[in-house]
């Protein structure tokens, strides 16, 4: 086995431990929950999508993708949602995910009370949309980092952990503060 296959296999390997970490997290009736929750909330097919969270040293970057790169509607539909909560958010708007996840979920409080002191930057992806949270204050890159966990937690059966699909690309012009990461996540194309 060449180092290219050893290194695909691992990687494969820690992202299905991970995920299958994240999909014992909640029980069955949570996931379902949420789920049901969810429907209600984003305009997509959870089960046409796949959400990534990936942790980084300023907070994270969400992603949702279309599992199927050609399907338009779904993907219009992500980015719709996406550049909405990300306005939301940075008017410290969290009720959807309320709805969603409940006024308990790790870190929302912070996130919400913020007041401006985390970023949350939205791009267009060509699969898909991401946020990139950030923020400079060590509390809050927590906060960020225990709301995606309970993120994957919650969305087990539809998402997954960027951290170890994650690459580094060159920052994008305009913007050398820092590197931009971007997982490259391959989505579970398996009905459950």
Do not use: W
């Not at 929750?37 to 959400?51: W, Y």
């Not at 913020?114 to 949350?120: H, I, K, L, S």
Request: net charge negative; proline share 4%; hydrophobic share 35%.
């Amino acid at each position: 086995m060449n180092l290219i296959h050893k290194i695909t296999l691992t990687v494969f390997l820690t992202s299905a431990a991970m995920t299958a970490q994240a999909q014992s997290s909640a029980s069955p009736a949570r996931l379902d929950d949420v789920a049901e929750r969810g429907r209600h909330v984003m305009p997509f097919d959870l089960e046409k999508t796949q959400h990534v969270f990936d942790k980084t040293e300023h907070g994270g970057i969400q992603q949702v993708i279309a599992k199927d790169a050609g399907d338009s509607a779904q993907i219009n539909l992500i980015r719709q949602h996406l550049a909405d909560i990300s306005q939301r958010f940075k008017q410290g708007d969290f009720s959807k995910q309320r709805r969603i996840h409940g006024d308990d979920m790790p870190g929302l409080a912070e996130l919400a009370g913020a007041n401006g002191a985390v970023r949350f930057d939205y791009r267009e992806l060509p699969n898909g949309a991401e946020i990139e949270y950030s923020a400079e204050d060590a509390a809050l890159v927590d906060a960020i980092h225990r709301f995606f966990n309970a993120q994957l937690s919650d969305h087990a059966r539809h998402a997954v952990d960027g951290q170890p699909m994650k690459c580094e690309h060159k920052a994008q012009e305009g913007n050398n503060k820092h590197k931009q990461h971007r997982p490259m996540p391959q989505p579970n194309d398996s009905k459950e």
